[in-house]
Each structure stands twice: as structure tokens, then as C-alpha cells.
């Protein structure tokens, strides 16, 4: 085998990895960002646990196929990159979708993607970015356990309070 064979081989067992630890994975075309944008957007990504990779459509390609994953042939056309998120399903598409609102782009657009193996289209990817992280979710629950606690410690207290004073 020739030694190129050999690397498009590396390359491609390497993406079959990252889809494999990827909770979600959102596919953008990136036509006409700067070199500043693209550092911006990287660095945002590593300080939230994503991975932003540009990668060959064809060797994405071959990597789908041998995990079985379906539908985004489509998607696979025209320069794209790939984000990569492991620590929840939301993240991937919270950290792009901000980050075109914040800076207004039309220069990145997401195209669709994946949670878990299953196709995600822009709609999909767009709904998990307004879904709140599973941090947030779970402080929200705290908040809401703790909320009538506290509230009948407060009834408790003025109890107390009215029969010392009587």
C-alpha cells in the first residue's frame, strides 16, 4: 500500500473517533471568514469543550459510511467545517449559533448535523441552541426543589417569632 493510502486510512479512523465521542456534531459552510474570525470562533470553542475542524468531505464521507450514518451526503458539499461537541448534545450548536448572532456573520452557516448518529437539520440544530445546557436545567430544578423549603422555613420562622412574642 502506498504511503498516502496509509494516511487517508490515520485520517480517517482519526474522524471515525470524533464522531464517536461527538454528542453533536454541527456541519458549516465557512465561505469568506477572516483569519481573525476563524481564531475567534477556535478559541470560543475550546473554552466550552467544542472541537472546530476543518476536514476533507470525502474522507467525512467514508467515516459515515463506516459508522452507518445516513443523510448527510448532501451536506457534503463545498468547503465545510465540522464542530464537534463531547460534553453535552446543546453545546456544538450553542458556541456556532452564538457566535454568528454575536458577530452577524453570512459567511458561516450551519447546514445541519447529528445528536448521537441521527441527521439534525438547521431547524433542529437551531432548537438545541436555544435549549438550555444541562447545567442550567439543573440549577433550574435545584431552584425549584429549594424554592418551597425556603419558603416554608420563612412560615416557620414567623411561627416562632409570634409565640416567643405572645
Do not use: W
Not at 469568506?32 to 470525502?58: A, I, P, S
Not at 448521537?116 to 435545584?142: N, Q, W
Not at 416557620?156 to 412574642?165: C, G, Q, S
Amino acid at each position: 500500500m502506498s504511503k498516502n493510502l496509509e494516511i487517508k486510512k490515520q485520517v480517517v479512523a482519526d474522524i471515525i473517533e470524533k464522531f464517536k465521542s461527538a454528542e453533536s456534531v454541527v456541519i458549516c459552510s465557512f465561505n469568506g471568514l477572516t483569519v481573525e474570525q476563524v481564531t475567534e470562533l477556535r478559541k470560543q470553542c475550546r473554552e466550552n469543550d467544542v472541537h472546530y475542524c476543518v476536514l476533507k468531505n470525502r474522507l467525512v464521507g467514508r467515516a459515515l459510511k463506516e459508522l452507518n450514518i445516513e443523510g448527510l451526503d448532501s451536506l457534503l458539499e463545498g468547503p465545510n467545517a465540522f464542530v464537534f461537541g463531547t460534553k453535552d448534545v446543546t453545546s456544538a450548536p450553542k458556541v456556532i449559533s452564538q457566535f454568528i448572532d454575536k458577530n452577524k456573520l453570512t459567511s458561516l452557516e450551519i447546514k445541519g448535523g447529528l445528536t448521537g448518529t441521527e441527521f439534525t437539520d438547521v431547524a433542529g440544530i437551531k432548537a438545541l441552541a436555544s435549549t438550555p445546557s444541562r447545567e442550567e436545567l439543573l440549577g433550574t430544578l435545584v431552584g425549584c426543589l429549594v424554592s418551597p423549603v425556603s419558603a416554608l422555613v420563612s412560615v416557620l420562622d414567623e411561627i416562632a417569632e409570634k409565640k416567643e412574642a405572645a
